[in-house]
């Protein structure tokens, strides 16, 4: 691509949020300029980068000239806005409203418990030993994909991807978890419709691209 | 309103997240059925629920003759969509982001960290005692509710409400956590941009009526 990036990506390697923002770029054909936040470094919780996301928390996008967006769902959806082609959502109601729930159920009620304020408080006012954050991982990781699983499978709706044949919205938020838990290193059985669509997933350039490991500031 | 109601609602009288359904609804001059799902007793993870969500989380908003759609926000986006008469998002793209963002910050990054099954895992295998939980809830709701404290004051944006001057679905999702704060007894300090919207939405009879102690089962 040779058109100068639109946006400005706040990023970091590891995260499965900026992790969503990076596949739904690339799948739309954008490109984004990204400057690193790293939250080992707590540079999240830096008076510059409060100014961008007073929840301290990445990824934020920039458009020149606007605010910045933060939240990789509303990110997301903000793209899909401005950028139709090819669709994150399907073109029903319902139909969106099943993805969205699919991408909610990882998005929203898994991967918030194993961010790294999370597991700051745990392992100090906590009192959790490493072995102690890595049950709370496994607990939560397992559940929201046992959960999905369940859903995914069997519905009719379901195809190659969480709904239908092309990959969207739910398949992003999927395929998010999923990389992050190969960075943990935490795997979940007994999920082979999932595993299924993630290994899709990663056959597609704007997937297997968004990897942690290709990503600036990844450990070698 | 004299017409049968167009919804099925599995509920519960206390969640954050059922409050945000039956908020909606009713700006939308809209009623549902109840079901109760008595999450004190467990009755979210009975074979018959997890056959509605696997997740075994309420809110789930039934249509005649379609799947039951689960997780508040996206129940919120497709009541919108069905029913877009007053609109809980913004006429522009960007209004939308920053309204989805607010909301996300809240529902997704706030209240899933203090769901009854994370108070489960903590109070058994995590070893939190009730002073443990309790601070665990105000570290939480504290970090959500000054971060978008943060967001919204000094930002033109906001009005009476999160977003312009009328209740959409970041006031939703914000009073969803000030009335889940009022059940549990919980305060934060320094949010007067917060509180006062949170007050203009109680003087709103979608919000009043939709408060936990006016629901069945709440405690007498």
Redesign the interface.
Same mark, same amino acid.
């Given at each position: 691509m040779s058109n100068p990036p639109a946006y400005e990506l706040f990023a970091f390697w590891r995260t499965s949020a900026t992790y969503r923002v990076r596949v739904a770029l690339a799948l739309k054909g954008l490109t984004a300029h990204e400057h690193i936040v790293n939250l080992d470094a707590g540079e999240q919780r830096s008076p510059e980068f409060?100014r961008i996301?007073? $929840? =301290?928390?990445i990824p934020a996008l920039v +458009?020149p000239g606007?605010?910045p967006?933060?939240?990789s $769902? =509303?990110?997301l959806?903000?793209l899909d +806005?401005?950028h139709p082609s090819p669709p994150l959502l399907p073109a029903d109601?319902?139909g969106?409203?099943?993805v969205?729930?699919i991408?909610?159920?990882l998005?929203?009620?898994t991967h918030?418990?194993i961010t790294p304020?999370?597991r700051k408080?745990?392992t100090t006012?906590?009192?959790?030993d490493d072995a102690?954050w890595r049950?709370?991982q496994q607990?939560w990781f397992g559940?929201?994909l046992?959960?999905?699983?369940?859903?995914l499978a069997g519905?009719p709706?379901t195809g190659l991807f969480c709904h239908g044949d092309q990959p969207g919205l739910a398949d992003i938020s999927l395929a998010s978890i999923a990389a992050v838990m190969q960075v943990f290193k935490i795997s979940v059985e007994g999920t082979p419709t999932v595993d299924a669509i993630v290994a899709r997933c990663n056959q597609i350039d704007a997937f297997a691209h968004a990897a942690p490991a290709l990503q600036v500031g990844a450990p070698g």
């Amino acid at each position: 691509m040779s058109n100068p990036p639109a946006y400005e990506l706040f990023a970091f390697w590891r995260t499965s949020a900026t992790y969503r923002v990076r596949v739904a770029l690339a799948l739309k054909g954008l490109t984004a300029h990204e400057h690193i936040v790293n939250l080992d470094a707590g540079e999240q919780r830096s008076p510059e980068f409060l100014r961008i996301n007073p $929840l =301290a928390a990445i990824p934020a996008l920039v +458009e020149p000239g606007h605010p910045p967006l933060t939240q990789s $769902l =509303a990110i997301l959806e903000f793209l899909d +806005e401005q950028h139709p082609s090819p669709p994150l959502l399907p073109a029903d109601a319902h139909g969106r409203a099943r993805v969205r729930s699919i991408a909610l159920m990882l998005a929203a009620d898994t991967h918030p418990l194993i961010t790294p304020r999370v597991r700051k408080y745990l392992t100090t006012t906590g009192g959790f030993d490493d072995a102690g954050w890595r049950a709370w991982q496994q607990q939560w990781f397992g559940t929201g994909l046992q959960a999905v699983e369940q859903r995914l499978a069997g519905d009719p709706a379901t195809g190659l991807f969480c709904h239908g044949d092309q990959p969207g919205l739910a398949d992003i938020s999927l395929a998010s978890i999923a990389a992050v838990m190969q960075v943990f290193k935490i795997s979940v059985e007994g999920t082979p419709t999932v595993d299924a669509i993630v290994a899709r997933c990663n056959q597609i350039d704007a997937f297997a691209h968004a990897a942690p490991a290709l990503q600036v500031g990844a450990p070698g």
